[in-house]
């Protein structure tokens, strides 16, 4: 897992992005145990409540379950649901772009233009 | 967030002459690493120590562990470990005698694992062996890690550590980092590590809750993700309004701009002006909380 302390992007936000992204991937299956919220700080060599935080983070958004005393495990079934949801956020958001280049006057090459040129910057 | 207290605290009071200890309550969370940051002088010492339950002639009421026992009940000075920056190992020992020592007063004392962590951390040998020197003779940072390694070399559940990254130099304060967080993870949310430091920018990956202790009183306490949520660095150019500076806990001003710390949710009255906000270290946010009460000033240049 890489770390950016200086990003801007809080560092618990980071972790849970990466372990979300582990988890649609399925890199980490279903019914599969997060490392242990004290030995992933202690591997990432951050304090403890910033890794508790991106856990809870997961749980609330359903892609994990804390069970009692014994961690956090990754919910089966719904995987494929939350797939689905996160592509339905990425449509809902490119409307509003399209409808905001609308308003702005971009043709419809140079929409799909800014948006390669996003990706690329993204990559970098 | 709900945690279960490792030490609860009520109504502790401590006098000495003008300066008074006054913590109405404090509760240490099992299983996080929790800090005490302030000014040389807040009190911090003295309350580690009436936690530590070296000093006992303090008012009010201290309770460890799971059944709200007492420090003198069977066992619990056992689970605790504590190093001290006031020679609470004696200048004229050698390090073979603070192993003697340790030896005969903690049953969950691990020479053998001691003799390691002084190899590993590499504490100046010259103290040990029948010829050993006086502790006296090592620099400060020697004397912290043998006082550590006399704690690490312990099976316990709970640490106290007054200053212990102080006198440490940055490489070891990072190893003590790393050796906090294992000795965390090892316990499985039943060890607690407690400690005082003024340098909270080197201990904050391995900083779970605060404490910001000023003149003897609590001025601020939580879990660092909560802190720094509750508070706001807010920066601009040109020269802040009256309106503006008000709302600031502690505020810097140059020629070119000014920013100060705020609390979140007075961030509407932001609204519309032209200025930008960050998520402030603990560090600033310490300063921040600190700078309210303390008496210093910068002195004419």
Known sequence: MKLLHNSGTPIYKQIAEQLKEDILSGKIKEGEYLPSIRGLAQDLRISVITTMKAYEELANEGLVTAAQGKGFYVNSQDTELLKEQHIRKVEENLTLAIKASKVAGLTDEELIDTLKMLIDIEKE | MEFKDAITGKNINKKFGKFELDIPEIHIPEGFATAFIGENGAGKTTLLNILAGLRQDNKGEVRYFENSLSIDDNGVRERIGYSGTKHHLLPHWTGEQVKDLSKMLFDNFDEKKF???????????????????????????????????????????????????????????????????????????????????????????????????????????????????????????GKADKKIKDLMINFHENSFGYEGIVLSDKMDSFAGMNLSFETPGLFQISVALLKMNSKLRMPEM
Request: glycine share 6%.
């Open chain 2, 115 to 237: 003799e390691e962590i002084c190899k590993a951390i590499n504490i100046d040998d010259s103290v040990f062996g029948p010829n050993g020197k006086m502790i006296a003779k090592l620099s400060d940072g020697n004397k912290m890690k043998l006082s550590l390694a006399t704690v690490f070399a312990r099976s316990t559940d709970m640490l106290i550590l007054d200053e212990p990254a102080s006198p440490l130099d940055p490489l070891m304060r990072d190893l003590l980092s790393d050796m906090l967080r294992s000795y965390l993870a090892d316990g499985n949310g039943q060890r607690t590590v407690v400690f005082s430091t003024h340098n909270i920018s080197d201990m904050e990956n391995v900083t779970d809750y605060i404490y910001v202790i000023d003149d003897g009183k609590i001025l601020e306490h939580g879990f660092v993700t909560d802190i720094k949520e509750k508070y706001v660095l807010v920066k601009g150019d």
